[in-house]
């Protein structure tokens, strides 16, 4: 089926729940940090219950790091008030420390200023941490306080059915649907070039954060403080964030279900050098990393997007997987958009739909080894030079302009946003394209350029700005404190999450040992 007719199935009578029962979460991380701006080093407070086990709010790589994790909802509205209603009850437990806006980090002393994450007595919880104890000697510390938004999106199986009844498959509806996910991740991938300029908002880092390291940034002005390039989206996303040289050499197949679980379990297995150097244990016994191979565990891999389903107690994500087929996409592109109180507002998430529906409809041919090498090279070029009128990106063996090429994908888009306007009876979806629209056409009104102009007008460092947009962000969540009956559901949610974890601890029959080459 072409995306024209898919579009016109789903537009037609009665088809509107298929598009408004879209679900979706957000995972949003910040970190705690110290009035001045440096790395808050108190461990994850009590009130806000287990890291481990709270279904709300946890921590990232480092004890400072909290993630707050709304629950699905098809309701754009849901998803945003629960985001800001954790962000207040967090903000009421924190006593002076603030929440950092940005997604690049600023005031960071060296690896040993960064505490990483603890999640108690129990296997898992002592897994977790290893887990993160093993990332901090394979890439440093410095790179997982990088902070960001995951967004989470699915949709309704009974548009899986009705795109399987029209198309002449066959098969179970759930395979259909783990080909169409990953159809879907294929042009997301081609494509995440745009989320990039469109939505980027770290073009500038303070220098603690490259400390020691190659780059290629510049000062901001005279601020030598601050670095930037002037044409960055998203340094995050860029060499100087989640990247790995170890994992550039790992190509992971998106054409299929089978040939992804393939290429990750490999290197589960795979050996690698550097980290047998690192090894296992220390002279006292304490582990180092949970193994030397090119993973520790599937988390590891850095990916802009992820195929996901629902875990069960003991289940590994692959396990997952291969068992019950994809649930969800997670997308792991997205900034913080420091203009915004909760670092993702209604129109982003309207756009990201918009995007993600797009990349599900539209023909996704099979990825072969001359596109994969293609994909991060675009990603470079947006990240460091995006917002370039003159930039060029590679699509398939031509170089087109970054600007021609977003128009074409926005307009191609249209048909789909007009779609989900007429499920939701709104002008909301179109709307935000002819915003995304005018980024593309002015760079000065993408929020990378945003951030850096008011850098300049105001005379302001990296610090400075992002000090003074958390300190204002505070001031907003501050101002409208929970009801009563709000902060008892919180509080009983750290309650139970902390008796979770105690049980957790209470039932283990295994040594860690044994659990971990069990798992």
Same mark, same amino acid.
């Given at each position: 089926m072409t995306l024209q007719s898919k579009l016109a199935l789903l537009s037609g009578s009665g088809k509107a729940p298929l598009l408004t029962g879209i679900t979706r979460g957000v995972e949003k991380e910040s970190l705690r940090v110290e009035p001045e701006g440096h790395l808050a080093k108190t461990p994850h407070p009590e009130t806000l219950g287990s890291a481990l086990t709270h279904p709300s709010i946890t921590t990232d790589y480092s004890e400072a790091l909290l993630e707050f994790i709304t629950a699905p909802s098809s309701s754009i509205d849901e998803v945003l008030d629960e985001l800001d209603e954790? /962000?207040? $009850?967090?903000?009421?437990?924190?006593d002076s420390e603030l929440l950092w806006v940005s997604s690049m980090p600023c005031q960071l002393g060296d690896d040993s200023s960064i505490p990483v994450g603890k999640y108690g007595s129990s296997n898992i919880g002592k897994m977790k941490?290893?887990?993160?104890?093993?990332? =901090? +000697?394979?890439y440093g510390r410095l790179m997982q306080t990088i902070a960001g938004i995951h967004y989470n !999106?699915?949709?309704?199986?009974?548009?899986? #059915? #009705?795109?399987?009844?029209n198309s002449g498959d066959n098969g179970s509806l759930q395979d259909f649907k783990t080909d169409g996910y990953f159809a879907l991740i294929r042009n997301f991938r081609r494509y995440s070039w745009l989320l990039l300029y469109l939505l980027g908002a770290a073009p500038a880092v303070c220098k603690s !954060?490259?400390? =020691?390291?190659? /780059?290629?940034?510049?000062?901001?002005?005279?601020?030598? +403080?601050?670095?930037?390039?002037?044409?960055?989206?998203?340094?995050?996303?860029?060499? @100087?964030?989640?990247?790995?040289? &170890?994992?550039?050499?790992?190509?992971?197949?998106?054409?299929?279900?089978?040939?992804?679980?393939?290429?990750?379990?490999?290197?589960? %297995?795979?050996?690698?050098?550097?980290?047998?150097?690192?090894?296992? %244990?220390?002279? %006292?016994?304490n582990y180092k990393q949970l193994n030397t191979a090119l993973l520790q565990i599937e988390?590891? $891999?850095?990916?802009?997007?992820?195929?996901?389903?629902?875990? /069960?107690?003991?289940?590994?994500?692959?396990?997952? @997987?291969?068992? =019950? =087929?994809?649930?969800?996409?997670?997308?792991?592109?997205?900034?913080?958009?420091?203009? @915004?109180?909760?670092?993702?507002? &209604?129109?982003?998430?309207? *756009? @990201?739909?918009? !995007?993600?529906? *797009?990349?599900?409809?539209?023909d996704s041919p099979e990825t072969n080894n001359a596109e994969y090498a293609r994909i991060p090279e675009n990603v470079i070029r947006t990240v460091y030079q995006g917002r370039d009128p003159d930039v060029m990106l590679l699509r398939g063996e031509e170089e087109i302009a970054l600007r021609d090429w977003g128009t074409s994908l926005l307009e191609a888009m249209s048909p789909v946003a007009e779609l989900l306007d007429a499920a939701h009876q709104s002008d909301n979806y179109r709307d935000v394209l002819t915003q995304m629209r005018g980024r593309l056409a002015d760079d000065q009104t993408t929020p990378a350029a945003t951030l850096l102009q008011e850098m300049v007008d105001r005379q302001e460092t990296y610090y400075?700005?992002?000090?003074? %947009?958390?300190? #204002? +962000?505070?001031?907003? $969540?501050?101002?409208?404190?929970?009801?009563?009956?709000?902060?008892?559901?919180?509080?009983?949610? &750290?309650?139970?999450?902390?008796?979770?974890?105690?049980?957790?601890?209470?039932?283990?029959?295994?040594? $860690?040992?044994? *659990?971990?080459?069990?798992?």
């Open positions: 954790i /962000h207040r $009850f967090t903000y009421q437990q924190i941490q290893i887990y993160r104890v093993g990332l =901090g +000697h394979r !999106f699915s949709v309704p199986d009974a548009l899986w #059915e #009705e795109l399987q009844t !954060f490259v400390r =020691g390291r190659d /780059h290629q940034l510049q000062p901001v002005g005279d601020d030598s +403080h601050s670095l930037y390039t002037p044409y960055a989206t998203s340094l995050r996303m860029g060499d @100087l964030g989640y990247q790995s040289n &170890a994992q550039s050499s790992l190509t992971v197949c998106y054409n299929d279900l089978e040939q992804y679980v393939r290429t990750l379990s490999s290197a589960l %297995k795979r050996p690698y050098p550097a980290y047998d150097k690192i090894g296992l %244990k220390d002279e %006292k016994g988390n590891e $891999f850095y990916s802009s997007i992820r195929p996901k389903r629902t875990a /069960h107690a003991g289940e590994t994500p692959l396990t997952a @997987l291969v068992d =019950g =087929g994809v649930e969800y996409v997670e997308v792991r592109c997205i900034d913080l958009n420091p203009l @915004l109180p909760c670092g993702i507002d &209604a129109p982003t998430i309207r *756009f @990201l739909d918009t !995007f993600l529906l *797009f990349c599900l409809l539209q400075s700005m992002a000090m003074r %947009k958390t300190c #204002e +962000h505070r001031q907003y $969540f501050n101002d409208r404190p929970l009801t009563d009956d709000s902060i008892a559901k919180y509080q009983q949610l &750290a309650r139970q999450s902390q008796q979770q974890q105690a049980e957790l601890e209470a039932s283990d029959s295994l040594s $860690f040992e044994e *659990f971990l080459n069990a798992y």
